[in-house]
């Protein structure tokens, strides 16, 4: 299989899971260091969000359509 092919199928897999689901939202924690005197430091954990909208798994979804008629082709 050509490695075109590969990624615009990957495309087309991520691009429906998002448009299933009506977009994503990846959360991931942050450790960040307040203060650090000696051997004592204290830290603060944030949790940040990164919303995934449906629109871009329609624009994946196109995109994994065009690699896969591309890949195709040649």
Do not use: D, R, W
């Not at 615009?8 to 991931?28: D, E, K, Q, W």
């Not at 260091?33 to 944030?46: C, D, N, R, S, Y």
């Amino acid at each position: 299989m050509k490695p075109i092919m590969l990624v615009g199928i990957v495309l087309i897999v991520i691009g429906v899971a998002l448009l299933a689901y009506h977009g994503i939202n990846i959360t991931y924690t942050s450790h960040e260091k307040v203060f650090q005197i000696g051997p004592l430091e204290a830290t603060k954990k944030t949790e940040k969000t990164i919303p995934l909208p449906p629109i871009l798994g329609g624009v994946a979804l196109a995109g994994g359509i065009v690699l896969v008629i591309v890949g195709a082709k040649k």
